[in-house]
């Protein structure tokens, strides 16, 4: 399936169904678009989201080949986490031998369930990924970095707090990006830059993805309409979150001054908010070596 995935070009779906595993997944994407699928008749999706469904057919039939002149980069299970417990190491085989045989395609896999990475050997074609949406599952890197995947990434979406210093040696890519849908939570700024000056310092591509559906405005030490939020009518589409992810209200601010790095979100949704971070775009890939 073409996938409006950014970073990829195509979906390959083995596995579908998932059940929750950490913060990033309280407003998981594949959850919302799995009940969708369900409701439009879908047989591969007729079994409730958190049944962990393995479907062997789909091993084989799937729109790209060994043959494709042009090399597709293809996200695997993105409606599944292909490292699930109820996925066995059999069936991640099976997948990871499905990927080799089509080379020269590029097979994206990405996980929160790292403990599980390093127990594989992966084909040279195979980007593999860990999500890291917030300090505490920065370990999840140290079990990417056990394996012999050729090429390695960090997906930090929906980046939920500042990650503080990275040690991306070894690491080949980092992506970022904010939440969408209706829970989405704001993306502060300063995570977002500490993050691309630790991938520049460090040669590491950086592809940030979009902020997701909240705008920030200013930092409040700067801004002067604080009264203006006040109004009714704003207060829902407008948060005040500080550098650390507090969310405060107006009331606070006043009384308490403007805590570390506070700044003004506007829920102004996917699209307007758009991708720039200080006026640039960030869309940086790792190098692709030829086999061999
Ligand atoms: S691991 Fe991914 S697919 Fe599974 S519930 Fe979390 S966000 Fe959704």
Redesign the pocket.
């Known amino acids: 399936m073409t996938s409006k995935i950014q970073w990829t070009n195509d979906t390959w779906n083995v596995i579908t169904g998932?059940?929750?595993?950490s913060e990033?997944?309280q407003n998981?994407y594949?959850?919302r678009m799995h009940k969708r699928l369900t409701a439009m008749g879908q047989k591969k999706y007729k079994e409730p989201f958190n049944a962990v469904v393995f479907h062997k057919e789909a091993l084989t039939q799937h729109t790209f080949s060994r043959l494709d002149t042009k090399r597709k980069m293809i996200f695997v299970n993105s409606?599944?986490?292909t490292f699930h417990k109820d996925i066995t190491d059999a069936q991640i085989k099976a997948i990871l031998d499905e990927c080799e045989w089509n080379d020269p395609n590029i097979f994206q896999i990405l996980t929160?369930r790292a403990e599980r990475l390093p127990d594989f050997d992966y084909p040279f074609n195979v980007w593999l990924g860990v999500t890291v949406e917030h300090p505490k599952y920065k370990s999840r890197i140290e079990h990417l970095k056990n394996t012999n995947a050729k090429i390695k990434f960090l997906s930090c979406e929906p980046l939920l707090a500042d990650l503080g210093e990275l040690d991306l040696s070894g690491i080949d890519w980092v992506i970022v990006g904010g939440e969408s849908g209706a829970g989405a939570r704001p993306l502060h700024p300063d995570w977002v830059r500490n993050i691309q000056k630790q991938c520049q310092d460090q040669g590491v591509a950086f592809f940030f993805k979009q902020w997701g559906e909240w705008e920030s405005k200013s930092t409040l030490w700067n801004w002067s309409g604080g009264i203006k939020l006040l109004n009714k009518k704003d207060e829902k589409k407008t948060i005040l979150m500080t550098k650390d992810g507090d969310i405060i209200t107006h009331a606070e601010l006043i009384n308490a001054g403007c805590p570390n790095n506070t700044m003004e979100f506007r829920r102004v949704g996917l699209k307007n908010a758009g991708c720039l971070l200080d006026d640039k775009e960030y869309k940086e890939y790792p190098k692709i070596e030829q086999r061999g």
């Open positions: 998932c059940t929750q595993y990033g997944c998981c594949a959850a409606m599944s986490d929160k």
